[in-house]
């Protein structure tokens, strides 16, 4: 995400919600070879548009949520809601 490319993943939960979410990429079934190839087909099919937005998702959602920067500045945040208890 952090470098700005297309992800394709083929697994569940965090990481299948993750790039779900951040809309920087697809997302195929684990252990099923026909969606791997499916997913990786419809990749091959868009256009460099399409694929320079997603890629552009990505980054952008790196940068906000899962930098070093983002991370000291939610801890930051905590540790600031802590001390007023």
């Known amino acids: 995400m952090a470098i700005g490319k297309p992800i394709l993943v083929a697994v569940k939960c965090d990481a299948a919600n993750l790039v779900k979410e951040a809309r920087c990429g697809l997302i195929a079934e684990p252990e099923n070879p026909v969606s791997l190839a499916n997913a990786a087909l419809k990749l091959k099919s868009m256009t460099k548009e ?12 790196y940068s906000r949520e899962l930098s070093m920067e983002a991370g000291v ?13």
């Open 50 to 61: 399409e694929l320079q937005i997603m890629g552009a998702n990505g980054k952008e959602y």
């Open 73 to 85: 500045s939610k801890f930051t945040k905590v540790f600031k809601e802590l001390r007023r208890c």
